[in-house]
Nanobody, 124 residues
Framework: QVQLVESGGGLVQPGGSLRLSCAASGRTFVSYAMGWFRQAPGTEREFVAAITRSGGITHYADSVKGRFTISRENAKNTLYLQMNSLKPEDTAVYYC?????????????????WGQGTQVTVSS
């Protein structure tokens, strides 16, 4: 079992940057592909980015491609999401998730463990 704790959310002006972190418990972090999802009020949870176990392959939603970067440090059991050029429409609760599938996946149903979420608000 994996426990995930996100941090790094907050209030930022449009055009600003934030880096989210997701700390994973246990020794099996490297066994999981990881992903970031987000959910704005009144909307469905949506895929943001995913990364394979080794970190060698990444996937992004079209809405964040070129602005967000997902990465991981397996030695530190930590997942990151660097968010640049933030827009008001990026405002949401951001969740990290762990998947036991063999490769990174964009489907929330493929993820076995979820963090509690961290709020990101982009506003002037």
């Amino acid at each position: 079992q994996v426990q995930l704790v996100e941090s790094g959310g907050g209030l930022v002006q449009p055009g600003g940057s934030l880096r989210l972190s997701c700390a994973a418990s246990g020794r099996t972090f490297v066994s999981y592909a990881m992903g970031w999802f987000r959910q704005a009020p009144g909307t469905e949870r949506e895929f943001v980015a995913a990364i394979t176990r080794s970190g060698g392959i990444t996937h992004y939603a079209d809405s964040v491609k070129g602005r967000f970067t997902i990465s991981r440090e397996n030695a530190k059991n930590t997942l990151y999401l660097q968010m640049n050029s933030l827009k008001p429409e990026d405002t949401a609760v951001y969740y990290c998730a762990a998947s036991s599938t063999s490769s990174s996946t964009t489907y929330s149903s493929d993820y076995d463990y979820w963090g509690q979420g961290t709020q990101v608000t982009v506003s002037s």
